[in-house]
């Protein structure tokens, strides 16, 4: 998994869409001076756990809005840097610049109740979380096999040989409380 | 009268519980039937156990944001059923008597759950339902129910159309079961209604209904492409002389919205009075030393719990506020429940975070925690505020994704009476699951999707005010004789408890009625078939009223 700055060469895009996935479910940085990720948490965040990747799936829907998500995320970005008076950065672009309490703030801002583009930054938000607890690009067996970082998390347990979940053992059996004094045998109440 | 190639004797918008029964119940009788189904239609061994986007989780399955309401529903032949949970509890008695924020009795005198007693007989032989049991009862419902009796209330195991034999209890129920141990359409009426000819067409989404000159109708059709249902592959149209509406209460008022240029004025009540069924979810995280020291909980290998993943969506529920005395919009029922990550962790909120906390640091530590959790479900009372806006170019939604996602129309602004009901249930939740610290809970956000629902009702009902009601008591839509609507959207108001089973019976309850419609336009069709299991029992209880109904 191990990657160095040199050998990727961050595009906006990407640069953007990863701080943005970083602030859903933060992670840790993959290499020093890891821009996207902001590395407020140990282990993988949404980024590792395929963020991009959900984004970018035809079954998604959302892949055709990416740029112009990126180019306005970008645009609140400016305005929130303006707003609150951070210096301006040149080397990444204004959403990756924010740090990360800020990155939060847009997001929280964006998605509230009553924003005019809620729809639009919280169905992204879902997209990018959905990558973290369902690996929603990987057929579950293999993100399991392959560690994803939110289901091994979640300690998600793995399923019998042939891919399929099954729990023999799944009741205490026994009566842990009363029943409705009005229960009738069909089990529905009177 | 022009161009359909295609007639039949009854056209079924819909193959769900709404549609099914009466496909079976006509069939059987000699009615050449018809139904027509947007979505895909899978066997068991293509329910798969898969998170991934495309697999049987996002084919069967959708989602419908609206404003202030998201609308969860089948897609696939036998709808809601290849989805749902199974949880099959009557509706309580005093259910029927609500009046809502109207000041009259919601639902039609001639219904009671005295009335409706001997087709929830139908409909648990057919499918068929068992009691439950604790031997069959999950970890996350023994928790539950221990909580429960901790805090001096009482709880039950919940009726089931489960075959315990054949359950693994994998909880990917939602996916479709792919061990055919959930007793969904699939395996009764559907197959069943085959065996008498009936013909269901999948992945045919239904846009309008137009009237032909001899008082049939004409029901208008695109096919959708079995990946990307957004894409159009073509269309038809087949004329029908009786229409059976069973769409679905988040996709029948509008085809008739969409039919109302050609078919003339719909009833008021047709995309109004929409019910989530008063849906409400807290989740819980566990602590373990507590659950095994408070409740004396043990899994038999030093776990208390740490069960979540394990069962079967619900096993228990606690009734103790489904109490005819309480004052209406204060009753709800509080049901254990599971839901698959994604869709049951992304509006979890995490205890004592200031903020949104559905996403961020604090939600993946909360997550770190996932096996200890327990979701809690409220059905409550809720007001009928939802109401639909003018339909969308096709379907029910705009559809967002290649499956799954879209945007309809609903819009649902909770009443006072609504948000009491939830804040009381949250409270009761809190009170029982906190007591001496056992757990931590949180109310799911309704600030991302709005509030939310897999039950959807109301949206075109049932009663005998023709100012409240779209359709009469034996559900033909009012003003436009010859259109039936058999599916949740009938049921007049919320349940307090899961809905299935009492759509199930009021389908079953309005054959009678379809059957004197099409002898009244000449086509010959018996009435009286046994269950689809070739049981006889239910047919009997029910035989006075085909009797009264004049058959
Ligand atoms: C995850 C989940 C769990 C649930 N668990 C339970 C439970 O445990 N107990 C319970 O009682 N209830 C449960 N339910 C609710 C239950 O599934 C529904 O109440 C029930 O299926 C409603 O029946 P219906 O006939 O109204 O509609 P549906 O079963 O939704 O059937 C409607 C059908 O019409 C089709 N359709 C829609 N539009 C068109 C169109 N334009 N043309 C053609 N076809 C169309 C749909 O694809 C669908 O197949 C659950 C629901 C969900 C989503």
């Known amino acids: 998994m191990e990657e160095s700055s040199a050998e990727r060469a961050p595009d906006v895009r990407t640069l953007t869409l990863e701080a943005f996935a970083d602030t859903v479910i933060p992670g840790e940085k993959r290499w020093p001076g890891d821009r996207a990720i902001a590395g407020v948490s140990i282990g993988g965040g949404s980024v590792q756990a395929g963020a991009l990747a959900v984004l970018e799936m035809p079954e998604g829907g959302m892949a055709p809005a990416l740029d112009d998500v990126v180019a306005a995320l970008n645009v609140h970005a400016e305005h929130h840097r303006d707003r609150v008076g951070l210096p301006t950065n040149e080397e990444v672009p204004p959403f990756t610049a924010l740090p990360w309490a800020d990155r939060t703030a847009v997001l929280n801002e964006l998605t509230a109740v009553g924003h005019p583009e809620k729809e639009l930054w919280t169905g992204l938000a879902l997209f990018c979380y959905m990558a973290f607890d369902t690996g929603a690009h990987l057929p579950t067996t293999e993100a399991l096999a392959t560690g994803h970082p939110g289901l091994t998390l979640m300690r998600f347990q793995t399923p019998d040989t042939d891919g399929l979940w099954r729990f023999p053992d799944y009741s205490y059996r026994r009566p842990l409380s009363k029943l409705h004094p009005d229960t009738l045998e069909n089990g529905s109440l009177k | ?551």
């Open chain 2, 1 to 551: 009268m022009t161009g359909s190639a295609e007639s039949t004797d009854v056209l079924i918008i819909g193959s769900g519980f709404g549609g099914s029964i009466p496909a079976y119940h006509l069939a059987a009788g000699g009615a050449r039937v018809l139904v027509l189904e947007r979505g895909p239609w899978l066997a068991a061994e293509e329910f798969d156990h898969d998170l991934r986007l495309g697999t049987s989780s996002t084919r069967v399955f959708e989602f419908v944001v609206g404003q202030g309401m998201s609308v969860l529903s089948g897609n696939c032949v036998g709808g809601g059923s290849v989805v749902y949970f199974a949880a099959m509890p009557r509706a309580p008695r005093f259910v029927f008597e609500r009046q809502g924020s109207i000041g009259h009795r919601l639902w039609p005198a001639a219904i009671t759950r005295d009335a409706l007693e001997p087709w929830y007989e139908r409909v648990e032989e057919a499918l068929p339902i068992s009691p439950a049991s604790w031997d069959t009862t999950t970890y996350a419902g023994g928790l539950w129910a221990a909580a429960c009796d901790h805090a001096g209330r009482t709880c039950n195991p919940v009726p089931a159309a489960v075959d315990s034999d054949l359950c693994t209890n994998c909880n990917w129920m939602m996916s479709g079961c792919r061990f055919d141990a959930k007793r969904s359409l699939l395996l009764n009426y559907l197959p069943a209604a085959l065996e008498h000819g009936a013909e269901i067409r999948p992945l045919h989404e239904v846009q309008q209904i137009t009237r032909l000159a001899d008082g049939g109708y004409r029901v208008h059709y695109n096919t959708v492409d079995e990946v990307d249902y957004r894409v159009v592959t073509g269309g038809g149209t087949v004329d029908a002389k009786v229409v059976i509406v069973a769409a679905g209460a988040g996709a029948t008022p509008v085809i008739l919205q969409r039919s109302e240029p050609a078919l003339g004025t719909m009833p008021h009540a047709v995309g109004r009075y929409f019910s989530g069924n008063g849906e409400r979810l807290n989740t819980a995280v566990i602590d373990e030393d507590k659950a095994r020291d408070l409740l004396g909980l043990d899994r038999g290998d030093g776990r208390a719990y740490e069960a979540y993943q394990i069962g079967r969506g619900p096993t228990v529920a606690s009734w103790d506020r489904l109490d005819g005395s309480r004052p209406e919009f204060e009753r709800y029922s509080l049901e254990q429940l599971y839901f698959p990550p994604g869709l049951g962790t992304v509006l979890a909120q995490v205890p004592g975070a200031d903020g949104p906390s559905w996403f961020g640091p604090g939600k993946k530590e909360l997550l770190r925690d996932w096996k200890s959790w327990l979701t809690i479900f409220t059905m409550s009372e809720d007001d009928n505020e939802g109401v639909f806006g003018a339909p969308p170019p096709t379907g029910n939604a705009n559809r967002f994704s290649q499956q799954m996602f879209g945007f309809g129309t609903i819009s649902y602004e909770p009443t006072e009476n609504t948000l009491r009901g939830w804040e009381k249930s949250d409270a009761d939740v809190r009170e029982i699951l906190e007591k001496d610290g056992l757990a931590e809970v949180l109310p799911w956000t309704n600030d991302v999707i709005g509030a939310y629902t897999v039950h959807p009702l109301a949206s075109c009902r049932i009663g005998d005010d023709p100012a409240t009601s779209a359709l009469d008591d034996r559900h033909e839509l009012r003003g436009h004789p010859g259109i039936f609507v058999t599916d949740g959207s009938a049921v007049p108001a919320g349940l307090t408890v899961n809905p299935a089973f009492t759509i199930a019976a009021l389908a079953e309850r309005a054959v009678p009625g379809i059957v004197a419609a099409l002898r009244e336009r000449g086509v010959q069709v018996a009435y009286g078939a046994p269950s689809p299991s070739g049981a006889a029992g239910g047919r009997r209880a029910t035989r006075e009223f085909a009797r009264a109904a004049g058959l």
